[in-house]
């Protein structure tokens, strides 16, 4: 019995650079792809005409024809082969033009993680491998569906046989639709791995963001396909964010001003712009584009409000505020756990949807639990409930991030008149963690 032999992908790698190129081939050496490789955009068309390519890894800046060029022309001729984008440079322009007219399915950075790229190289291939899969059965059930109406008025037997190979074929293409979905959602969150590249560790947010939604979507039986785009969304809401510089994408947004501040607030609806591309994705950039708007209206980039906000982005904001409040991204200070859920709580129906916010500090709390406010002796409490006596058990600060009153302090009843007054001064509510006398047991005779 002969069998098949299935032929060796054929993969193009293109760079003007001949280092670059060595370090290619060094690393895909022992790998089952048959490699093809060109120095410009030119030679690279050359090379597509006289070979079955299956994937194109192209550099983004060549002179004489782009990356993004040569991925929009490759695009052209087969709408079928993988195209991949690298590059050193956070060039918005070209990474928008390569996803708009090259349908780029990965973009990666240079200086590259071999074990990132060989990854992105296997599922790119896997992806093109269940694509034509899925078409071959499309076209196997239309086949069949003409059969079977020729067969139709002589042989009803047939008939039942052919229809229950057609109810298998169609269960197959569900799975593998299924599939693509699933590849979809896991494609977004390793892309949310490069994004975290641009920041520190200690500013990295996607993945927090990713676990906060998920909970919160199972919490509230959010359907199936909602969870999908609300994921996607997680792992993809600063997308946008990729072309600012080091020191922009890592200031806390309160303290921007001017150019800075319109760049700030720009930045859902690039998002949006570098998604709405790629169908799959269309309906978490919708989510995207408003999860920066607020309960009361005064949000942006479209100052919906209220029910009109869709909830995925209503539980996006939750997410990314009290994630991005703990990380330094929204004031200069950073919050700890209880204090992010309090500015929440302070802020509902303000910034966040009121009916949301019960469930959400609760998820929180099973999340990412802080243990201080499991001591028994531990308080949270507004100015006007405070007591003389009371030890504050955490720093007290400002909302412009300036020091009050530090751990430890014994609160007088003149202490506390002077932070009620200063309340009224400033317009503003604090809460405090304070300490509570423990009660002394009493003396018996």
Sequence with gaps: ???????????????????????????LRGQPYQLLIATSGAQALELFEQHKVDLVLSDARMPGMDGATLLAEVHKRDPQCMNLLLTGYADIATITAAINEGRIYRYLSKP?????????????????????ERKRLLL??????????QLNTTLEQRVQSRTAELQQ???MLDLAYDELRRSYVTSTEVFSLLINQRLPRNKQTNQQVIALVRAFASHIRLSEGDSHNLNMAAAL???GKLSWPDALITAPADLLYSKHRDTYRSYP??????LMS????????????????RWDGNGFPDRVKGDAIPLGSRILKLAVDFVELQCGLVLERQMNHDEALLFIQKYSEKLYDPDLIE????????????ITVTQTNVRALETRRLEPGMVLARNLHADNGMLLLNEGKVLSKLLIDKLVAFEAIESSRYTLFVRVPEPQPALTE
């Design 237 to 239: 809401y600063n997308i």
């Design 169 to 171: 074929t169609a269960d």
């Design 269 to 274: 609806t690039q998002s949006e712009t570098l």
């Design 140 to 149: 196997l059930s239309r086949k069949q569906n003409d059969e079977l109406r």
């Design 112 to 132: 590259w993680d071999d074990e990132e790229l060989l990854h992105a190289l296997r599922q790119a291939l896997m992806h093109q491998h269940t694509e034509r």
């Design 1 to 27: 019995m002969s069998t098949e032999t299935i032929p060796a992908p054929c993969v193009l790698l293109v760079d003007d650079e001949e280092s670059i190129l060595n370090s290619l081939r060094r690393l």
């Design 278 to 293: 790629l169908e799959p994705l269309q309906d978490a950039a919708r989510l995207i584009r408003h999860h920066q708007e």
């Design 359 to 370: 469930d959400f500090c609760l998820i929180c709390s099973q999340q990412m639990p802080d």
